[in-house]
């Protein structure tokens, strides 16, 4: 069973920063990618920021400049640097991770609870 865990969310002023963390846990045969995604109220889920394999990294045009996404060698812990936050900002944070359990297995994209942010005027 993988297990995708998030932490570090809260409340921020604008212009403020936070650094979230997810874990990634259980056996993984392969990682394709990790990644982070959020919800605001009323909108539908968009892409944040990932990590391939090969070091490429992907960043929404809103986020640009401002948000930076790592991960440790291992695959089993990725962060998302967040600054000069807006009040625009302001969802429910999700880690995704994307890979195989087993070399027959399909690719499965794995989800955590979600964390919350908020970005207060």
């Known amino acids: 069973q993988v297990q995708v865990v998030e932490s570090g969310g809260g409340l921020v002023q604008a212009g403020g920063s936070l650094r979230l963390s997810c874990a990634a846990s259980?056996?993984?045969?392969?990682?394709?990618?990790m990644g982070w995604y959020r919800q605001a109220p009323g909108k539908q889920r968009e892409l944040v920021a990932s990590s391939a394999s090969g070091q490429t990294t992907n960043y929404a045009d809103s986020v640009k400049g401002r948000f930076t996404i790592s991960r440790d060698s291992a695959w089993s812990t990725v962060y998302l640097q967040m600054n000069s936050l807006k009040p625009e900002d302001t969802a429910v944070y999700y880690c995704?991770?994307?890979?195989?359990?087993?070399?027959?297995?399909?690719?499965?994209?794995?989800w955590g609870q979600g964390t919350q942010v908020t970005v207060s005027s």
């Open positions: 259980g056996r993984m045969f392969s990682i394709n990618g």
């Open positions: 995704n991770v994307v890979g195989k359990q087993s070399l027959w297995s399909q690719v499965t994209d794995y």
